[in-house]
């Protein structure tokens, strides 16, 4: 058993699309962090840290993987202490 037994399932097929390591890396982490019900909203800085790569690298290959359909981005709004919206 390797670090406790989670483990989440991707098709053989992945490997036919040309993605780049880190974005088949987040690709891999947004799946399992979706599980079965397939929604997550992890921070792009906590997508960087468990991919290995920049918060830039993280945000430039999960904007690939919209655009080519791997996952769908929803727009997500945080309101701060003093009411600004980010």
Excluded at 10 to 28: C, D, E, K, W
Excluded at 51 to 61: E, L, V
Excluded at 67 to 78: C, L, Q, V
Aim: with cysteine; proline share 3%.
């Amino acid at each position: 058993m390797i670090l406790g037994g989670s483990f989440f399932q991707v098709s053989n097929m992945i490997f036919h699309y040309r993605l780049t390591p880190i974005q088949l890396a987040v690709y891999g982490y947004l799946v399992s962090c979706a599980g079965q019900k397939g929604k997550c909203w992890p921070a792009m800085k906590t997508i960087a840290a468990c991919c290995g790569c920049s918060k830039d690298a993280a945000r430039m290959a999960v904007d690939v993987l919209a655009k080519r359909g791997f996952i769908r981005k929803i727009p997500t709004y945080a309101e701060d202490t003093v009411g600004r919206t980010r």
